[in-house]
């Protein structure tokens, strides 16, 4: 059964989850008129986990403006391409996915977890992502998921806003059981008066000032390397993925239809599909994620490249991993084999008549 936790770990939005027991689909006037309210910090200072969602990612924009105008070249747009898709998908899935939600697998020192953290520029806060996607696997398409993609896209577009914020009345206990869904990422936690204060778990003041130090770091890395034309190409690209990631979880669940594959999606519990761009740039084959979610592999097949699980690899190989979950015997064991088996069947039988 699923834990009742997770059903009121999240704020519940104005209009609700559902209406007479079904998943309520609220009106694009519904959810702007919340999304207002939620961007709105005079309203209320709870709400800047929220609004500095929008604020980092927009800051992104006048990198893009410069680069574009002063220094664009296809070299330097390519480069800023494969940075945002490849590599902050990549880090991203297996930082926030991988470790940080699923706990796929353990690093083997605190300085392992400080480089991944911060080995791309940091865009989502690990606790708007973990403490949603533990919901979002527990209700994956029902009531409650925090992006339902039966709500429309639009609601995923602006889910995290709108849906995937704490609950604002949480008691010490259920507080408690939220933060420690975080403490492994290595965030500062709040108590529970100051989450009170200010509706999170990690606070605005160290927060700002990881992503400030994050951003410095790697502009002047990035600087040093190729100057400002490069700088400017990398975080301006970046606004791609950072945009594109919030419409990651529509597409990933057929964008409400059913289109799952016979021989490539075999998870039924959900119509999550596996895409074959986004499987190959970050290693996010989505269904073999929801059919295996604890696993620090998901590309399962021959031709599933897994970006995520080779960078795990590549750590575990530097001494950074110390332990980690792969259920691809068992996916090919279970689910692949007998679909071939199954297939050869039907041929054998097919050929008869």
């Known amino acids: 059964m699923t834990d009742p936790f997770l059903q009121r770990v999240l704020a519940v939005p104005p209009y609700g989850w559902s209406r007479d ?79 940080g939600t699923h706990r796929a697998f353990t690093f083997s020192h605190p300085i392992y977890r400080f480089v991944i953290r911060n080995l791309t520029l940091r865009l989502v806060p690990e606790e708007v992502y973990i403490v949603s996607h533990h919901v979002h696997h527990a209700f994956s398409e029902q009531i409650g998921d925090p992006y339902n993609v039966r709500g429309g896209r639009l609601y995923c577009l602006l889910a995290a806003e709108l849906h995937q914020g704490l609950a604002l009345d949480l008691s010490p206990v259920d507080y408690a059981r939220a933060a420690a869904l975080v403490s492994h990422t290595g965030v500062r936690i709040n108590s529970h008066p100051q989450y009170l204060r200010w509706g999170s778990i990690c606070h605005p003041g160290w927060t700002a000032l990881h992503w400030a130090l994050n951003w410095g770091f790697w502009y002047a890395a990035f600087f040093l390397i190729g100057g400002h034309g490069l700088a400017c190409a990398i975080f301006g690209m970046s606004a791609i993925w ?112």
Do not use: C
Request: hydrophobic content about 45%; overall charge positive; cysteine-free.
């Open 242 to 353: 950072a945009i594109g990631i919030r419409d990651f979880n529509y597409d990933a669940h057929g964008a409400g239809k059913d289109k799952r594959r016979p021989g490539v999606d075999f998870h039924r519990g959900d119509q999550s599909i596996n895409q074959l761009f986004a499987g190959t740039v970050s290693g996010e084959w989505h269904n073999n994620h929801h059919l295996y979610p604890t696993g620090a592999r998901s590309g399962f097949l021959w031709w599933q490249l897994d970006t995520a699980w080779w960078l795990i690899r590549l750590v575990k190989l530097l001494g950074g991993v110390s332990s980690h979950r792969d259920f691809k015997d068992r996916f090919l064991e279970k689910h692949h084999q007998p679909y071939l088996q199954a297939e050869a069947a039907a041929r054998l039988a097919a050929a008869r008549h």
């Open 21 to 99: 027991g079904k998943f309520y689909a609220p009106s694009v006037g519904e959810l702007m008129s919340h999304w207002r309210s939620r961007m709105n910090l005079f309203r209320s200072r709870k709400n800047w986990l929220a609004v500095t969602g929008w604020v980092w990612t927009l800051a992104l924009a006048p990198f893009a403006i410069v680069f574009l105008t002063q220094f664009f070249s296809w070299k330097l747009a390519l480069i800023g391409f494969l940075y945002a898709m490849v590599g902050l998908g990549t880090v991203n899935i297996v930082w926030l996915h991988r470790y």
